[in-house]
């Protein structure tokens, strides 16, 4: 419960310091992980209500919601290869999620697509094992037709 208290505090913070005064300037703002991640991580994978987690997420993003959310996915054993091995080249290596069990990660994984599921206009499912090059275009693709529609 603390972990998702202290990513709620961070992501309220967050919004008001990075995130609103951007948006008054009206600039296009890409964000890696947002409420989705709490519901996925401390919601599925740790357990926590998901009613309890999806309030705490209004509260600290005043309302604040993407427009558009890539869900990078790929099966849960070669995520979690992908990012030990990261951890390796990366001196200032955060691995608390990555010393959990392959269980842990499933579940992270089955919340992460039911949230696509439920929302499959914002949140876009990219399969990752199609390599980098086809994960750009396909999300270059989705932006394009976002900001096409948003009169940029």
Same mark, same amino acid.
């Given at each position: 419960?603390?972990?998702?208290?202290?990513?709620?505090?961070?992501?309220?913070q967050h919004i008001q310091e990075v995130i609103q005064p951007l948006l008054r300037k009206k600039v296009v703002i890409l964000c890696d992980r947002f409420s989705d991640a709490s519901v996925a991580y401390q919601g599925y994978g740790r357990g926590i209500s998901l009613r309890w987690v999806e309030q705490l997420n209004r509260i600290a993003a005043g309302g604040i919601k993407p427009h558009l959310t890539f869900l990078l996915d790929?099966?849960?054993?070669?995520?979690?290869?992908?990012?030990?091995? +990261?951890?390796? @080249?990366?001196?200032?290596?955060?691995d608390r999620f990555e010393?959990?069990? /392959?269980?842990?990660? =499933? +579940?992270?994984? @089955?919340?992460?697509?039911?949230l696509a599921q439920k929302a499959p206009s914002r /949140?876009?499912?990219? =399969?990752?094992?199609?390599?980098?090059?086809m994960v750009f275009q396909e999300m270059r693709q989705h932006i394009d037709q976002l900001l096409r529609r948003k009169g940029y």
């Open positions: 419960m603390n972990e998702l208290f202290l990513y709620e505090a961070a992501r309220a790929c099966p849960s054993n070669t995520g979690l290869k992908r990012a030990l091995k +990261r951890n390796l @080249r990366n001196a200032n290596k955060e010393r959990e069990k /392959i269980q842990f990660h =499933d +579940r992270v994984r @089955r919340g992460y697509l039911f /949140i876009k499912v990219i =399969d990752t094992r199609h390599g980098e090059g």
